[in-house]
C-alpha cells in the first residue's frame, strides 16, 4: 500500500532555513539568496537579483583568482569546501570590512548533466576565527612569561651557587631570593 507523503514547497524549505543559501550561476550572478543570506551581508534580494557577486562585493585580484578556482572545481561537478576565508562585505553601517565565512559549494545538474548554476551554505565564522587569533596571541604571550621566568629562576639558582658552601645554605639562600 501506497501511503501518499506530504513534501513542503522546496521554495517554503528553502527560505525557511537558519544557514545562508545562495545560487549562482556560471557568470557569477545571484538567481537565488534566502533571507539568512540576505540578513547577513546586510542587502535585500532586490539588490542581488541578477548581479554579478564581484559588482556588490569588491575583492582583490589576488583574491578573486582564487575564489575562480575554487568555483571551477564545482563546475567541473566537485563539492568545496571552504574551512575559513576572509571575504569584503558590508556592515550593517553599510561599509566594507572583513569578514571570514565558511562554505561549502555544490554544484546543480541540469538534464543534460552539465553544471548550470552552483549552490553555496555558509556560516559567517568571523566571531571564532577572532577569538582564535585572540587565544593564540595569549598563549604567545604566556610561553614567552613562562621563558623569561624559567630564565631568571636559572640565573638566580646559578648565582646563588657561587656562593654558597653547602647544599642547606644553597636551598636557605634561594629560597629567600625567590
Known amino acids: 500500500m501506497d501511503i501518499p507523503i506530504n ?5 517554503a ?3 525557511s532555513v537558519a544557514a545562508p543559501i545562495v545560487v549562482y550561476d556560471l557568470d557569477f550572478r545571484f538567481t537565488y539568496a534566502n533571507p539568512a543570506f540576505c540578513n547577513a551581508v546586510h542587502k535585500t534580494w532586490e539588490e542581488l537579483a541578477g548581479k554579478r557577486v564581484n559588482e556588490l562585493f569588491p575583492e582583490a585580484p589576488e583574491r578573486t583568482q582564487e575564489i575562480i578556482e575554487r568555483f571551477g572545481k564545482v563546475w567541473q561537478g566537485e563539492v568545496s569546501r571552504s574551512p575559513g576565508q576572509p571575504y569584503r562585505m558590508p ?3 553599510g561599509r566594507l570590512q572583513e569578514r571570514y565565512w ?3 559549494e555544490t554544484p546543480v545538474f541540469g538534464p543534460d548533466g552539465k553544471v548550470t548554476h552552483v549552490v553555496q551554505v555558509g556560516e559567517d565564522v568571523t566571531e571564532s576565527i577572532r577569538l582564535r587569533r585572540q587565544k593564540d596571541v595569549i598563549t604567545s604571550e604566556l610561553e614567552h612569561r613562562l621563558r623569561n621566568t624559567l630564565a631568571m629562576v ?13 647544599v642547606e645554605a644553597f636551598v636557605e639562600s634561594f629560597t629567600d631570593r625567590l
Open 7 to 11: 513534501r513542503p514547497d522546496l521554495a
Open 13 to 15: 524549505v528553502l527560505e
Open 91 to 93: 556592515g550593517p553601517d
Open 102 to 104: 565558511r562554505s561549502v
Open 154 to 166: 636559572g640565573s638566580l639558582a646559578m648565582l646563588t651557587g657561587q656562593h654558597t658552601p653547602s
